[in-house]
């Protein structure tokens, strides 16, 4: 089964309006249009969403997704952002249950499941993180918090909805620290992630579904860990705030 790896730059909360245009200026210079087989994705926060979409002034080779959206349509729920209006600014992606959601602001597996539910009715393609804390790996928790972040997260969502998705593993402890997960260790899980979405959506939504690896990837270690046959692709935080560095691990991933 072949399937499109997918290379995601999460900015988090970095990268202004007029950084976004400096980056982008940047990035056009390493023609990336040209690199194909490898689907690219922006992910800045809500306010530099329409700076990016006029730098890239209609270009469909990079698509623009959100770092989180609300489980709501619309109304009194001060701060939030809707599905619609990320559909009308340009929106094809969005990301939901990114670990420092879940750490900080409390996010569970259900409440995210309500994100996706919005976000696939709303035809935006979720990026769903998912991934185990340090406590949780050393305390042999690895195969049970995965199973529970895929089975509740997508729960009720049809075979053809999980196929279309994009799960992102993020083990915490890799996330903005530099230790990234091994290949080895990394290719285990999402070959676990993928068993787990075959029991529950069938083995066409696990053939198709693609799974990010995220956690302090860098040009220095995406080759290896894009040739693991279960990663198909990466989020990336840190490494992706430098248009050079994004630039060299999409190109990791086209190889
Ligand atoms: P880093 O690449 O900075 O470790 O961040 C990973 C991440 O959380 C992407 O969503």
Redesign the pocket.
């Given at each position: 089964m072949s399937r499109t790896p997918i290379i995601a730059a999460?900015w988090?909360m970095n990268m202004g309006p007029q950084e976004a245009k400096e980056f982008l200026s940047a990035f056009k210079e390493e023609k990336l249009c040209e690199c194909k087989g490898v689907e690219k994705v922006i992910v800045p926060p809500f306010v530099t969403i329409p700076a990016v979409m006029e730098a890239l002034n209609g270009c469909q080779c990079i698509g623009v997704g959100a770092q989180d959206v609300s489980d709501h349509d619309n109304g009194a729920f001060t701060g939030e952002i809707s599905t619609a209006m990320l559909s009308e600014i340009g929106c094809k992606y969005v990301?939901v249950g990114?670990?420092?959601r879940r750490q900080y602001h409390g996010e569970t597996n259900t409440y995210i499941n309500k994100k996706i539910k919005k976000a696939l009715a709303a035809g935006l393609v979720p990026i769903y993180?998912i991934g185990e804390t340090l406590a949780q790996r050393e305390a042999g928790e690895l195969e049970k918090i995965l199973r529970s972040q895929v089975e509740e997260g997508l729960a009720g969502l049809s075979d053809e909805q999980v196929a279309g998705l994009v799960i992102?593993y993020?083990p915490v402890w890799?996330?903005?620290?530099g230790k990234t997960a091994s290949a080895t260790d990394a290719q285990a899980a999402h070959a676990f992630i993928r068993s787990v979405v075959k029991e529950t959506f069938g083995t066409d939504a696990a053939d198709k579904v693609r799974i990010q690896y995220?956690?302090?990837?860098k040009p220095a270690n995406a080759s290896e860990l894009m040739a693991c046959p279960d990663i198909d692709g990466a989020?990336?935080?840190?490494?992706?705030l430098k248009a050079a560095s994004f630039a060299a691990i999409i190109r990791a991933a086209a190889i």
């Open positions: 999460n988090k990301v990114h670990s420092e993180c992102a993020e890799a996330i903005g620290t995220g956690g302090s990837v989020l990336v935080g840190g490494a992706a």
